[in-house]
């Protein structure tokens, strides 16, 4: 049975979604810190940036990010990581993630505002809704069949799933700064570590993996 | 030249005091999951329980465990950790730590109300001043001489510390649990892994060890 599967970068004190975000740098700069082991891989060059080059780190951090875009059959995002919120009233935008995103399946796009479905190049369609958390959830399971789905975040999101229950892997990628502004993501998840095995490993970037695996039912 | 050290247990969300102390179980069923791995190895055993005969875990843990009791000659810690807010009545109250504490050093206990010092055996003595950081350090320094001072904590207090820049260690051992209530260590700490050296290492037993090292001014 396909898993639902969650992969984010946090920074020490659990910020998942930076603040610092300016119409110059509509990233930020805290983005740019907490995901940069992550964004030197040779798979993120590879996959995200279309760099065939062999550029960028092997190891621990490009094993993680191997394993984010392996197997996984449908992804469900909020508006947020799509880049609805920049651009809210431009209906022909086409997301922040260039002509040929790096997902390559079905994504299903949370917002309260939805719009038409955009098919983009290599695979990733994009398709966008007003669903609950369990009904996005089986529109996913269906779109990937025997693959995995991920829960794509922003934190709010993910938060809502791993409250949910909904979630069988989680890895964080914590990064070894302290930003103490933008969104945490553990907030109000108490004890879900009763539910998982957790393991963690590091690497010489500083970024520490941690892994919630989930004791599957029966 | 001494160095001004800091180790703190803290969970994966960054609490760092927990909050679920009762008058029957007065550190908590949180503090005993915080501290699980600590007080499992070999070295807690010998130095906090007085336990010699070998049992405890070796490896990482042990050895982080062995680190903090190592190169110490004096500690300064908040009215908490010493027990005085559970006895805040109790004049005769010689704290949490027995006849024989672990610090076997001078210790300055901050305190809004001051009370006599206490000669405990192995060479631990208490001493209760109300003081700001930069001058219980002072105190401190000199008790010292040439080994280390800790910061002990609790959270509160550490934070103050950090954020005076008077911190030359700091080790967090994070606990992969997630509490959600308590005193969370990395508020308003924005920035400060920007002016130390941040390495990384997991335990199998799936606590990761962070430290903070301060590049020395020449």
Redo the contacts between chains.
């Keep these: 049975m396909s898993l639902v599967r969650m992969d984010l970068n946090i920074s020490?004190?659990?910020i998942a979604a930076t603040a610092d975000q300016t119409p110059d740098n509509p990233f930020g700069e805290d983005w740019g810190r907490l995901v940069e082991a992550y964004t030197q891989t040779r798979t993120f060059r590879e996959q995200v940036l279309h760099d065939t080059s062999g550029a960028g780190t092997a190891g621990l951090d490009d094993d993680y990010a191997r394993g984010y875009f392996d197997g996984i059959g449908a992804e469900i995002m909020g508006a947020g990581k799509f880049g609805l919120h920049a651009h809210p009233d431009d209906p022909d935008w086409r997301g922040w993630w260039g002509e040929e995103p790096p997902f390559h399946t079905p994504v299903f796009v949370l917002t309260h505002t939805p719009r038409p479905p955009l098919e983009m190049q290599g695979g990733t369609t994009f398709t966008f809704l007003e669903a609950s958390p369990p009904e996005a959830l089986a529109l996913a399971r269906e779109a990937a069949g025997d693959r995995d789905v991920r829960i794509g975040g922003g934190p709010t999101m993910a938060r809502e799933y791993l409250r949910a229950g909904l979630v069988d892997v989680l890895h964080v990628g914590?990064t070894?700064?302290?930003?103490?502004?933008g969104i945490?993501l553990?907030?109000?998840?108490?004890?879900?570590?009763r539910d998982y095995e957790?393991?963690?490993?590091?690497?010489s970037s500083?970024?520490?993996h941690?892994t919630f695996t989930r004791a599957r039912s029966a």
Tied chains: 1, 2.
Excluded: N, T, Y
């Excluded at 553990?186 to 570590?193: N, S």
């Excluded at 957790?198 to 690497?203: D, P, T």
């Design positions: 020490l004190d659990g914590i070894p700064i302290i930003l103490d502004k945490r553990w907030d109000e998840l108490r004890g879900l570590d957790v393991s963690s490993e590091a690497s500083g970024v520490v941690v």
